[in-house]
C-alpha cells in the first residue's frame, strides 16, 4: 500500500482492529482510552491498524478507517488465504511512527525492523512501542488477560487438574467482582466489557477496570488478574460463588459484541 504523505510504499506485516467490540489490550481499558492512545476520536465503527514496513525498514502504523476491509484481511488471513491489504490513501486517519505490538515477522529484501526518528511522523510524538515483558502494570495485566481468553480450554484444564485453587477471600478479588457488577447497574465506557462467541452457545467475556482484568466464559469459570498480584492469576470456579453465572449473564447483557 502507499504511505500517507511522501507516496513511499509500506510492506504490510499485519493488521489489527480497533473498534468497541476489539482492540488490543495494550492500548487501554476501554475503547476511548485505545484511541485516545493513538490521537484518534473514539467514533463511528473504529479503525484498523495496519502494520508494516517502509522502504527503508522503518516501522510504521497506518490507522484508517475503513473497518471492513482489515476485517476482511484478517479473517482471510486467520483461514490461511493470501489477502492484499490495499486501503485507499483516502481512508487513512493517520499515520503514526512504531508499533504498538511486538512482531516476529518483517519484510524481507529491505533493512531490519526500526523506529524512524521521533518527528518523522509529524506528529512529534514518541514511536510507538511494545510495553516492557520484565515489568508487570495495567497492560501487562491486560495482556495477560487476552491470553488467558485466546488460551481459554488449557487454563480451565489448569484450573480442574489443581482443584480450582480459587481466592474468594482476596480483598482485590472482591473489589473487582463488585466493580464489575456496577458495570450491569450503570453501565461503563464503551469496549470496558466486551463478549465474543465462544461455541456451544457460550460467550467468552472480557472486562477491565481500575486496577483489575477478568476473563470469563458464560456458564463456566472466571479468572482475574490484579495490579497488585503481578504475574498471579486469581481463579472463580462456578462451583465457589453461586452469584458468579447470574453476574456473567448480566455482563454478557451490558457487553459491547462484535457486528
Known sequence: MSDDEDGGSLYVLTAVLLTPAQFPGVLGDDFPEACSQLGVEPGGEGYGLVLGQDEEGARWTVVVDDVSLVATAIASWDCGMEYDLSPDERSIVVSLAGWPL???????????PHDPQQGADGTGRVPLAPPSAEAW?????????????????DWRERVATDGGAAAAAHPGLARAL???????????????VRSSFAGEGARTLRADGPG????????????????????????????GDPDLSRLLTALDGVAVRPA
Open 137 to 153: 502494570g495495567p497492560v501487562q495485566r491486560r495482556m495477560g488477560a487476552d491470553q488467558i481468553a485466546r488460551e481459554w480450554a
Open 102 to 112: 511486538e512482531l516476529s515477522v518483517a519484510a524481507s529484501g529491505i533493512p531490519e
Open 178 to 192: 463488585e466493580q464489575a457488577r456496577a458495570y450491569t447497574l450503570s453501565p461503563p465506557p464503551p469496549g470496558r
Open 212 to 239: 483489575w482484568s477478568l476473563v470469563a466464559r458464560t456458564g463456566d469459570a472466571a479468572f482475574v488478574l490484579l495490579d497488585e498480584e503481578p504475574g498471579e492469576v486469581l481463579s472463580v470456579p462456578r462451583e
